[in-house]
């Protein structure tokens, strides 16, 4: 009887040594993302100084010359660099396909309007079968007579 | 027009939009304030920084839904078009009032965690394999990232570099983000939510945005779907003087076919600006002039008069048996076309 309580605890302890362990790697897993996002905007950010200074009014003529509206586009450079860097190239070596500029994905954005409707009553419906009726929706119930 | 870009365009209309708007969000804010607190449950304090940041939470939530409503409504009803002028600046109050929120979340149950906040938010539930006690913060996390990319991209700067098919694209992820969003709050908020009124303005809410594009996405299949290189318009007669007809080509582009007089020309549909429905609009002094911002194009080239550039794609046309007929391969923006002459067919 004994051995099996130290069993039991045993096996308890074991949960526990493996809760802590998923726990440890989930916080090692979080601090390699948050690394990871640190990196990319700080590149980003060296992306960001040389697009804005330098690289803007080399491929748009609308931005020559006109330099109060470049600190609002920092926030988009350090967020879609990668996205800049491709334009931009795009851009500097004259590949720039005139007619596309004015195609809106209208087919793709219906499919994915038509996919949201179909996943919203879907994910409500999850929301309210999982809920669970606390004892706070229940009406009181006197556990004991009063003395 | 614009030759070199501003900060931010605002105009009378904006003013009006913006004013509108900011009035909206703080009546919301106060209301929710002051009807939460009086509704509080004594025996779960639910204290002030709690309150505020169900505040800002619900609010962006309804904002959001209010911005995906606009746009199938408009295409349902053109009387909601005035809505989709201004809907960039919806979204970034939005993204502003989101990010409030998470502030709030991170300052309140993370402030004293070992870790940064952020990481100590991701990192203190990772139950992802189960829906009851899912870590629904990691779902708005998506969704603020997703806000604040879409503002952050919000100027018209980004239109026109990245061009619009990749503009669109990167802004097409606000639907994912409002499914995150949805997920987050029926997984969290509403698990522990006591009052009915906001399950069924939240619900509600969520359940108009899916119900609107299922209808807007029914309403485009019904309109005509047309086949080949020449797509026929309709008689010259049928559209009025100074107006435009706009046709669905094949491959989903839209042009619009106006007519000058005894002049027809054809250009595409979508404003070099932002691309706002040209079709829609009128001639005005000779030009086609986009109702959106004004943005003018001569419809013989597509191009802007001097000393402006912005330039649209022109289309062919042809009269076939009375019929005007147009080819669905578009020309390079700004390429000029000989109007159809219509005389003594209207
Ligand atoms: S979209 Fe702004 S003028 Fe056309």
């Given at each position: 009887m004994i051995g099996a309580e130290a069993g039991q605890d045993g096996g308890a302890d074991l949960r526990c040594g493996r809760r802590m362990a998923?726990?440890?790697?989930?916080t090692a897993m979080t601090a390699a993302l948050i690394l990871a996002g640190q990196v990319y905007l700080w590149a980003g950010a060296a992306v960001a100084a040389?697009?804005?200074?330098?690289?803007i009014g080399r491929v748009e003529p609308h931005a020559r010359g006109s330099y109060l509206f470049r600190p609002l586009l920092v926030p988009g450079c350090v967020l879609i660099w990668p996205l800049v860097l491709w334009r931009w190239r795009a851009l500097?070596?004259?590949?720039?396909?005139?007619?596309?500029?004015?195609?809106?994905?209208?087919?793709?954005?219906?499919?994915?309007?038509?996919?949201?409707?179909?996943?919203?009553?879907?994910?409500?419906?999850?929301?309210?079968?999982?809920?669970?009726?606390?004892?706070?929706?229940?009406?009181?119930?006197?556990?004991?007579?009063?003395? | 027009m614009s030759v070199r870009y501003v900060p931010v365009q605002w105009n009378r209309i904006k003013w009006v939009y913006d004013g509108?708007?900011?009035?909206?969000?703080?009546?919301?804010?106060?209301?929710?304030?002051?009807?939460?607190?009086?509704m509080a449950d004594a025996t779960r304090p639910v204290d002030g920084a709690i309150l505020r940041m169900r505040a800002f939470g619900s609010c962006a939530f309804f904002l959001l839904t209010v911005i995906l409503c606009i746009g199938p409504l408009a295409r349902l009803d053109r009387r909601f078009l005035?809505?989709?002028?201004?809907?960039?600046?919806?979204?970034?109050?939005?993204?502003?009032?989101?990010?409030?929120?998470?502030?709030?979340?991170?300052?309140?149950?993370f402030a004293y965690a070992p870790t940064p906040p952020v990481a100590a938010l991701l990192s203190s539930n990772t139950s992802y394999g189960t829906a009851l006690g899912f870590p629904f913060e990691a779902l708005g996390a998506f969704a603020?990232?997703?806000?604040?990319?879409?503002?952050?991209?919000?100027?018209?700067?980004?239109?026109?570099f990245l061009t619009a098919p990749v503009w669109k694209a990167l802004h097409l992820m606000i639907y994912p983000a409002y499914a995150a969003l949805v997920a987050h709050v029926a997984l969290g908020y509403l698990q522990d939510v006591d009052n009915p009124a906001f399950a069924i303005l939240f619900g509600g809410g969520a359940l108009a945005v899916a119900g609107l594009h299922a209808a807007a996405a029914l309403e485009g299949r019904r309109e005509a779907r047309s086949a080949g290189t020449w797509v026929a318009v309709c008689a010259p007669g049928e559209i009025a003087d100074k107006r435009a007809r706009i046709v669905r080509l094949p491959d989903g582009d839209r042009a619009a076919v106006f007519r000058n007089g005894a002049r027809v020309s054809?250009?595409?549909?979508a404003c070099a600006h932002q691309n706002g429905?040209?079709?829609?609009?009128?001639?005005?002094?000779?030009?086609?002039?986009?109702?959106?911002?004004?943005?003018?194009?001569?419809?013989?080239?597509?191009c802007s008069p001097p000393p402006f550039t912005e330039k649209v794609p022109t289309y062919n046309l042809r009269l076939r048996d009375g019929v005007i007929e147009i080819d669905a391969r578009a020309n390079a923006p700004g390429t000029p076309v000989p109007p159809l002459d219509v005389a003594g067919m209207i």
């Open positions: 998923v726990r440890r790697g989930g040389l697009f804005l200074t330098w690289g500097e070596q004259g590949r720039d396909a005139g007619c596309a500029r004015h195609r809106p994905p209208r087919v793709a954005q219906v499919r994915i309007g038509v996919a949201l409707a179909v996943l919203v009553p879907l994910i409500l419906g999850l929301g309210l079968v999982i809920r669970q009726d606390g004892p706070r929706e229940r009406p009181p119930a006197l556990l004991e007579a009063a003395q | 509108l708007l900011v009035a909206g969000v703080l009546a919301y804010l106060v209301a929710f304030l002051q009807i939460g607190a009086g005035p809505l989709l002028y201004n809907r960039r600046h919806f979204g970034v109050v939005t993204f502003a009032v989101a990010l409030t929120h998470a502030a709030y979340v991170l300052g309140w149950y603020l990232v997703v806000l604040a990319l879409l503002a952050a991209t919000s100027h018209d700067f980004w239109l026109s054809a250009i595409s549909n429905p040209l079709g829609e609009g009128r001639i005005v002094f000779g030009c086609v002039t986009c109702p959106w911002h004004g943005y003018q194009y001569r419809m013989e080239d597509g």
